[in-house]
């Protein structure tokens, strides 16, 4: 194979009639006396490249090894094709088996499988039509977040994953030690670190350290929650985007949230259409069958379409709370969680009533009552809420969280104290209140969550290469 490998996608009228190489993973292969009909796929695009075999060029043995799963190199004239869907095929004048695959034992076969038998074997899924498309609109989504802050002159920080500090104040941290922990009497001076150290849940007070040297920042990294919930919604590593910017108010986060999701949700629909559009028919197909697609009354494209093109509502907390405790959700007319006390924390079937019926348009709620918040949210002038914001989407409710930080020292430590915070742990975030503080303010958006959304796939393991989750740490 002496001529230069096109990758699939790249593939174009252009090459017509010219004598290409391609590599990649047989998905199918159909045989007869005369002919064969290889399915090629390389991962670049959901299209995969027919391959015709004449049997009359090949030797039957080498065709008869070719299997799914088989990898292949092969060479030919690209020319156009007669057959349905399909723009050209390759004739092959030459073909080399790269890595053989036994049929017996491959399990990723020519079939329909569930998702849970996938997520039995994530090393082989990305194979898949579904996890390939996936996979490529998750690259798409990242590549446009990094696209739409640089282009915005914010500076992307690398902030620590080992971490001495709890930024949620929730304590459901893994610990990291090199220490025996069955020991008795356990001394953490004596430890790597000389003290107690966790992975993190959050690199925001970090990026607030640089957001107020900066003044615009995000971080892009991977965080850890050892919350010992196992649903469609949680993981125990997830990645998490979290801009931090000197000089903006709640309004301006606001209007920052909402243009980096229409703008990353604009990108993908501009990029990944083949793949949206693939998922989107097995969205309508096979939601049966496969009862993990997210059931909407907008098919995928269209509902992705609606976000680009509406403003998101802003509604505060108190009018949010009056508008659910009012409402008839159902025929019983009752949510499972009762909405009857002011200073509740909202549940998903509230926030998706807020977008999906009541509104019918993303929703950002603010101004939340203090004492659901974390210690470092602005407090407002009334002292019962704060300067925080929740953006709501359809079907997966909050997508964003986020807040004006308290910039002001004597609110922050009263907070802290409040809420048993120790400021001496925190002695270095409380130095940028000493010096120089400004208003500032930062949201976290969590890239699987995002992903759910955009691919319409209604359980989070099925958005990550590798999850894990309780019970569950493979490869």
């Known amino acids: 194979m002496d001529k230069e490998r096109i990758k699939i996608i790249l593939i174009t009228e252009k090459h017509f009639e010219s004598e290409i190489s391609v590599s990649g993973w047989v998905r199918t292969k159909r045989q007869s006396k005369n002919v064969s009909f290889i399915s090629l796929n390389d991962g670049s695009t959901i299209n995969s490249l027919q391959v015709v075999l004449d049997m009359n060029d090949f030797d039957l043995k080498l065709v008869d ?20 869907n399909q723009a050209f095929e390759l004739i092959a004048s030459n073909l080399k088996i790269l890595g053989k695959s036994d049929p017996d034992e491959y399990p990723i076969q020519p079939k329909r499988h569930s998702f849970e038998f996938l997520r039995e074997v994530a090393h082989l899924r990305p194979r898949t039509n579904t996890f390939s498309s996936i996979f490529r609109i998750r690259h798409s989504i990242i590549f446009a977040i990094h696209k739409f802050f640089n282009d915005k002159g914010f500076y992307n920080i690398h902030t ?49 350290l640089g957001a107020l040297a900066l003044s615009e920042v995000y971080t892009f990294g991977p965080t850890f929650r050892a919350e010992n919930s196992n649903t469609s919604k949680h993981l125990s590593e997830f990645w998490m985007i979290e801009p931090e910017m000197a000089f903006y108010d709640i309004e ?44 909407n009354e907008f098919p995928l494209i269209e509902r992705l379409s609606k976000i680009t093109d509406s403003n998101f509502n802003r509604v505060s907390y108190t009018d949010a709370f009056n508008i659910l405790r009012n409402s008839k959700p159902n025929k019983k007319g009752k949510f499972k969680f009762k909405v009857d006390e002011w200073g509740i924390d909202f549940q998903s079937e509230h926030e998706r009533y807020l977008v999906e019926k009541h509104f019918k348009n993303p929703v950002i709620v603010i101004d939340y009552p203090k004492d659901i918040k974390a210690f470092y949210m602005r407090s407002n002038e009334d002292n019962k809420t704060v300067a925080a914001m929740d953006v709501l989407f359809p079907i997966v409710g909050e997508i964003i969280g986020g807040s004006q930080r308290e910039e002001r020292l004597d609110m922050l430590t009263k907070r802290m104290d409040e809420m048993n915070v120790s400021k001496k742990d925190l002695s270095w975030y409380l130095d940028t209140r000493k010096f120089g503080t400004v208003v500032h303010s930062g949201f976290g958006l969590g890239l699987e969550r ?26």
Do not use: W
């Open 65 to 84: 090894e070719i299997n799914s799963g088989t990898s292949l190199s092969v060479s030919g004239k690209l020319v156009k094709s007669e057959g349905k």
């Open 252 to 295: 301006d986060n606001m209007n920052l949230a909402e243009e980096m999701l229409k703008y990353v949700i604009k990108y993908v629909l501009n990029n990944c259409n083949d793949d949206l559009v693939f998922l989107e028919n097995l969205e309508k197909n096979e939601e049966k069958s496969l009862p993990q697609i997210q059931r």
């Open 160 to 208: 620590p994953i080992i971490t001495s500090s709890d930024a949620e104040g929730a304590g459901e941290m893994f610990k990291v030690t090199s220490l025996d922990l069955d020991k008795k009497n356990i001394d953490f001076k004596d430890d790597f670190f000389s003290k107690p150290v966790n992975l993190t849940v959050s690199g925001q007070l970090n990026a607030e």
């Open 450 to 475: 995002l992903v759910q959304f955009i691919t319409g796939m209604k359980n989070i393991r099925d958005v990550i290469p590798f999850p894990r989750t309780p019970g569950n740490c493979n490869y």
